[in-house]
């Protein structure tokens, strides 16, 4: 075989594996297992939940979800949210009689009550549970209202069950590449504003300039990997075998956060610096190295910590790196302070951003 069909070859089993290990291909075969079973059960179920097998499947659809404390708080207010809509169903049938009015009075009750904040997940059946019970149930109310509530209390169980027992979803390794391809995008970033700064100026090169939406984004999908992590360990078996110390990752996204807050803040000052007309002010030759080098050195100790080296020796070489910049500022005091100040302002947000590493690389040592 040559080498173009065994790479080939080669590409096509690296994604058919990555799609068989993708967590939604390991949610839908639990989904469907879950919903076989749960279908199955429901004709065993005794007395008149026997007449309404199909809300069985349905239950055991709702309750798996990507993590088992989704699916407990899913199914646990799934069958509350019914049994308020079957009261309130109950209420219209003693009370008054199921007509165009009072359907639409409790399904805007429903709809109301589905919106409190502790029916987050399954408040939509409130009102999809009294509709039932006063259209589908009619004169057979009672008997539909706990076939109905049982029916989807199995289906619930199933689920449950069901995620519980085939590998219950564990999503800390998600949360670390999350985290290390948030440093390996400030890394990078600062790099090509390093490398910019030193280029025939002004700089062709001139892409981070416009990258700040891109850091915001990236810093808020990181904190819902961290959070999908964090749940993913509640009731968790699995949780005990691959322990995972989230509350340091939780630091490291607060400190990614915040050194992420500096370096938009040093991208804008030196854009504007370069490009943007009202506040121009050229970077002084003088300094475009030592401004270079410093940020070079400052995304080096971030590529040292996702490669999983001691970061102390980095933080010295951007400390020392800071120093001349800041050495060569005070050199230029004839220069026009406004000349001086994207620099100065720029080596502010580095020195924060320093401040930052230190801190997590005494915390690493102690």
Excluded: C
Aim: net charge negative.
């Amino acid at each position: 075989m040559g080498t173009a069909p065994r790479t080939a070859v080669i590409g096509a089993g690296t994604r058919i594996t990555s799609w068989l290990a993708h967590p939604r291909l390991l949610l839908a075969i639990k989904t469907a297992i879950a919903v076989g079973l749960a279908w199955v059960l429901a004709h065993l179920v005794p007395g008149v939940a026997d007449e309404y097998p199909y809300y069985a499947p349905l239950g055991a659809l709702i309750s798996v979800s990507p993590t088992l404390m989704s699916s407990v708080k899913r199914g646990a207010q799934t069958l509350a949210a019914l049994a308020i809509g079957i009261l309130l169903a109950g209420a219209i049938i003693l009370f008054w009689e199921p007509n165009v009015f009072t359907i639409s009075l409790v399904v805007g009750i429903g709809v109301l009550i589905a919106g409190s904040r502790w029916l987050t997940a399954g408040g939509e059946y409130v009102a999809v549970a009294a509709l039932f019970v006063l259209i589908i149930g009619g004169q057979d109310a009672d008997d539909y209202s706990i076939g109905y509530l049982v029916q989807m209390g199995v289906g619930i169980a199933v689920g449950l069950g069901v995620n519980l027992l085939i590998l219950p979803p564990l999503n800390t390794s998600a949360a670390v590449l999350r985290l290390a391809e948030f440093r390996s995008l400030l890394s990078d970033h600062l790099h090509d504003i390093g490398k910019a700064l030193v280029e025939s100026w002004p700089p062709e090169h001139e892409d981070w300039a416009g990258r700040s939406g891109t850091l915001v984004d990236t810093a808020d999908r990181v904190r819902e990997a961290v959070g999908q992590a964090d749940e993913s360990r509640k009731l968790n078996p699995r949780a005990k075998l691959h322990r995972r110390d989230l509350e340091k990752d939780y630091e490291d996204l607060t400190d990614l956060e915040t050194m992420t807050f500096h370096v938009r803040d040093l991208t804008e000052v030196l854009a504007a610096a370069i490009w943007k007309s009202p506040i121009h002010a050229e970077v002084p030759q003088v300094l475009r190295e030592p401004l270079s080098d410093t940020i070079h050195a400052v995304a080096d100790v971030l590529t040292m910590r996702n490669a999983g080296e001691e970061i102390g020796e980095g933080v010295a070489a951007a400390e020392a790196a800071l120093r001349v910049l800041l050495a060569r500022l005070d050199q230029q005091r004839d220069l026009d302070p406004s000349s001086l100040s994207p620099a100065a302002t720029a080596a502010m947000d580095l020195r924060r951003m320093l401040a930052i590493m230190q801190e997590s690389a005494m915390a690493a040592d102690a």
